[in-house]
């Protein structure tokens, strides 16, 4: 019988009692963390700008960028400063792609949510 991923947080009401409240971790879903660690992802840039990549590391790359760039938009989506939010895609472009001198996909901007 497979073991059941449970989680429990004690927890504190206002006038100081504590109570336990328990999770299904089964149930949610795992979050995706960066599938490369930073060494793999500096080399893979070096070595875009040098020699050809293969398909397998173009899309890993790729891949990188694009959570890269889809993080910038959400934390400036939540900016409460105007301007940022307004300028939010060209300032992701220019610091993820443009400064790696690598060319956006088409669309790129569509495709985060």
């Known amino acids: 019988m497979p073991k059941k ?3 429990c947080l004690t927890r504190k009401k206002k006038n100081d009692e504590k109570y336990v409240v ?3 971790l089964s149930k949610y879903p795992k979050k995706s963390k960066s599938s490369m660690t930073k060494k793999k992802y500096e080399s893979l840039l070096k070595k875009h700008k040098t020699k050809k990549l293969s398909k397998k590391e173009k899309k890993m790359l790729d891949n990188e960028l694009f959570k890269k760039y889809c993080k910038c938009i959400n934390t400036l989506k939540k900016s409460k400063n105007k301007k940022m939010f307004t300028a939010k895609y060209g300032i992701c472009m220019n610091s993820v792609y443009k400064k790696r001198g690598i060319d956006a996909p088409y669309n790129v901007s569509k495709k985060c949510k």
Do not use: S, T, V, Y
Request: proline residues 0%.
């Open 5 to 7: 991923n449970i989680k």
């Open 22 to 24: 328990c999770f299904d």
